[in-house]
């Protein structure tokens, strides 16, 4: 029995190892691209990381004529501003949802989680010509909007989850120390919301910092250009610099990586520290 239990846990290790082995595989592809010459790339059978890295092409990214500071800054406003209006919206609209009795609540849910299946190939036209008569176009506003309007309502989705879950006496009892609704929200409830705040925000965060769809359709300017149209500026008619588009999306993950490490953190903290105690 005790060698048919070893065999299941070096196997399942084994199966993990190999898991993580396929996960990691496109993150090392694309490091090692990025860090080689053109001609290098174009080598058959591949290699991994050669003698001379080119590291130059990181700084060819950042400093060169297609350097994406500025696509990473317009994206991390963009993908901001969009989280907070999901989250603020999205947090209201959840509490009314769960604490309010209305007729045709559960229909109201089921046309939510329906707005969320249409892709924004589909609202795209509409929206644009209605940011066209607002004179929004070639904005960050129009960004901002178009893809709070996408996220919010599974934004909405996952915070009435949670706070459905949360029991109505806490509010009470704050009610009745004299906080007011709103009040109870914020102090009450979103401390104990801390893992739904941060999913939801993730969610809204990395939905707008890929969003290509948007960008391309409201976005004219160069000066505009968020980190996944600045991506395309490596491909031509006729070639694709594959070393310093690979630069570039390395250099694109990496604020969603810290992000995403620093929420992380928050987010266990948040699991179990939310515990209500009887």
């Known amino acids: 029995m005790n060698k048919k239990k070893k065999f ?4 399942r290790t084994a199966i993990y190892i190999l898991f993580i082995i ?34 130059i092409n990181y700084k060819n990214v950042l400093t060169g004529d297609k350097s994406i500071v500025t ?29 309010y009795e209305f007729k045709g609540r559960n229909t109201f849910l089921i046309i939510i989680i329906i707005t969320q299946m249409f892709a924004s190939v589909i609202l795209v036209n509409p ?29 909405v989705w996952l915070l009435y989850s949670y706070i459905s879950n949360i029991p109505k006496t806490l509010e009470e009892a704050a009610w009745m120390d004299g906080f007011s609704r ?18 939801a925000g993730l969610f809204s965060f990395i939905m707008s910092w890929g969003d290509l769809i948007f960008a391309r359709s409201f976005i004219v ?37 810290i992000i995403f490490v620093f ?6 903290e948040g699991l179990t520290s939310s515990g209500i105690k009887g």
């Open 8 to 11: 299941y846990k070096i196997l």
């Open 182 to 199: 709103l009040q109870g929200i914020r102090y009450i409830l979103v401390p104990i919301l801390a893992p739904g705040v941060i999913t």
């Open 221 to 257: 300017s160069p000066e505009m250009k968020t980190i996944s149209m600045a991506l395309t500026d490596f491909q031509s008619l006729y070639k694709t610099t594959w070393e310093t588009q690979m630069a570039a999306g390395v250099i694109s993950v990496i604020p969603i990586f």
């Open 22 to 55: 396929v996960l990691l595989m496109p993150v090392l592809i694309m490091i090692n691209t990025s860090l080689k010459t053109y001609s290098d790339i174009t080598v058959w059978p591949p290699t991994w990381f050669g003698k001379n890295l080119q590291w």
């Open 127 to 155: 929206m644009y010509i209605m940011f066209r008569n607002l004179n929004l176009l070639d904005t960050r506003i129009s960004l901002i909007i178009a893809n709070a309007a996408t996220s919010l309502p599974m934004t």
């Open 71 to 99: 696509p990473l800054i317009n994206s991390f406003i963009v993908s901001s501003a969009s989280s907070i209006i999901c989250l603020v919206l999205g947090i209201l609209a959840a509490y009314a949802i769960s604490r």
């Open 263 to 268: 929420i992380q953190k928050h987010l266990v």
